[in-house]
Nanobody, 128 residues
Framework: QVQLVESGGGLAQAGGSLRLSCAAS????????MAWFRQAPGKEREFVAA????????YYADSVKGRFPISRDNAKNTVYLQMNSLKPEDTAVYYC?????????????????????WGQGTQVTVSS
């Protein structure tokens, strides 16, 4: 199975940028569709962005579309989330997740239950 470790979180000012990384080990990352989710205090975990195994398809929550491009480097076994134009409401713990489910990804990418492997999370705090 794959193990996931996120990094790159921290404190940023509104309008600033951060880049999150998710490093995979144990299995080749190209076997998995990948996604980022986030959870703010007192709120449910929500979908942020997803990318298909090859990187050919990407999907975004409306709240981050145009601001948080997702990418992957399968040779480095790493997925990235570039976070631009940050807002205080982006404050949350960000989780990387991997799915090897055979379901049609374009229809299911936003479902947390699709992902069988999760990282420990990295805190992102945006100050106004």
């Amino acid at each position: 199975q794959v193990q996931l470790v996120e990094s790159g979180g921290g404190l940023a000012q509104a309008g600033g940028s951060l880049r999150l990384s998710c490093a995979a080990s144990g299995r080749t990352l190209s076997n998995y569709n990948m996604a980022w989710f986030r959870q703010a205090p007192g709120k449910e975990r929500e979908f942020v962005a997803a990318i298909s195994r090859s990187g050919g398809s990407t999907y975004y929550a409306d709240s981050v579309k145009g601001r948080f491009p997702i990418s992957r480097d399968n040779a480095k076994n790493t997925v990235y989330l570039q976070m631009n134009s940050l807002k205080p409401e982006d404050t949350a713990v960000y989780y990387c997740a991997a799915s090897d489910s055979p379901t049609i990804y374009s229809r299911t990418y936003y479902r947390a239950g699709l992902y069988g492997y999760w990282g420990q999370g990295t805190q992102v705090t945006v100050s106004s």
